[in-house]
C-alpha cells in the first residue's frame, strides 16, 4: 500500500511540474520525492530503507503567484493554512486523498536561506541534487529522513564542479564560505551523515565506501573554498550567538 501511495505522490508531482510547464510556469519539484525520481537505479535502497513520501513540495518564483492559484484550482486542490498566504509560502490540500503540497516562491526560508532566483531552472523536473543537498543541510535539527534522503542521493551521484547527474560540490562550497552560520550547520550535518552509516544494516561495505568517500570529498572542498570576510568576521563568535533561524512547523 505505502509504494503505491508514494508512486501517486511522485505522479502527482510530475503532473503539477508538467501542467506548470504548459502554462509557462516554472516548477520544480524538492524534498524526498525529488529524491526518488533523481536516484532510479537506488530507488529500492530509499524504499529499503522505510523512508515514506508524505507530501509534495514544490519551489516556483513569486511573480506567478496568481497563476500558481488558478493551476492548483483547476486540477482541483484546496486552500489548507491560508495564514501562510503572506508569509511567502502556499499550502494545497487535495480534498479527496488529503494530500498536501507546498508551494515555495523565489527562497527556501528555514533554518538558513536557499536562493533559486538564479538556479530553479538549472535542473528538471526536481530541483538541482546540489538543491537537494542544501535543503536537507541546512535543517539544524537533523532527523533521520533527511539523513536517509542523503544517504540514497550519495550512493547514486558523484561530488564534482558541474550540475550535470553530479551533486555540484563547488557551488556548495562557495555558497557556504559567504556564510558562517550556514556552512556550520552543513558541516556539522555532514558529519553526522557520516556517523549514521554503520546504524543501516541494508547499506552493503561497498555502500558505505561509496558515500563516505562522497562526504570526504564534499567536506573537502568546502574546507578548501576561500572564505569571505563576511564569514571569517561570524567565525570569531562562533556558537556563542545563534547562528539560525528557528522554524515553526505548519500543524498538519
Not at 169 to 180: E, M, R
Amino acid at each position: 500500500m505505502a509504494g503505491r501511495y508514494d508512486e501517486y505522490l511522485i505522479n502527482r508531482g510530475l503532473q503539477i511540474v508538467e501542467e506548470g510547464k504548459k502554462r509557462g510556469i516554472p516548477l520544480r519539484l524538492m524534498g524526498a520525492v525529488a529524491v526518488r525520481i533523481h536516484c532510479p537505479e537506488f530507488r529500492e535502497l530509499h524504499i529499503k530503507l522505510e523512508r515514506p513520501l508524505t507530501d509534495i513540495d514544490v519551489m516556483t518564483l513569486k511573480k506567478y503567484k496568481k497563476n500558481i492559484e488558478a493551476l492548483f484550482k483547476d486540477m482541483g486542490y484546496d486552500w489548507y493554512v491560508p495564514k501562510w498566504y503572506a508569509r511567502g509560502r502556499y499550502i494545497f490540500i487535495d480534498p479527496e486523498t488529503k494530500l498536501l503540497v507546498d508551494v515555495f516562491f523565489d527562497k527556501l526560508e528555514m533554518c538558513h536561506t536557499i536562493d533559486f532566483r538564479e538556479r530553479l531552472e538549472v535542473d528538471y523536473p526536481t530541483i538541482s541534487l546540489a538543491d537537494i543537498m542544501l535543503e536537507k543541510l541546512q535543517i539544524v535539527e537533523i532527523n533521520e529522513k533527511d539523513i536517509k534522503d542523503m544517504i540514497v542521493l550519495l550512493r547514486e551521484h558523484d561530488v564534482g564542479e558541474t550540475d550535470k547527474e553530479t551533486v555540484n560540490g563547488k557551488y556548495i562550497a562557495k555558497l557556504l564560505a559567504d556564510d558562517w552560520g550556514f556552512w556550520y550547520t552543513a558541516t556539522t550535518n555532514l558529519k553526522k551523515l557520516k556517523g549514521f552509516l554503520d546504524k543501516y544494516e541494508v547499506l552493503t561495505d561497498e555502500d558505505k565506501q561509496i558515500i563516505a568517500s562522497r562526504i570526504d570529498k564534499l567536506l573537502e572542498m568546502i574546507d578548501k573554498e576561500p572564505k569571505t570576510k563576511k564569514w571569517q568576521k561570524r567565525a570569531k563568535i562562533g556558537t556563542k550567538k545563534i547562528w539560525y533561524r528557528k522554524v515553526e512547523e505548519v500543524a498538519r
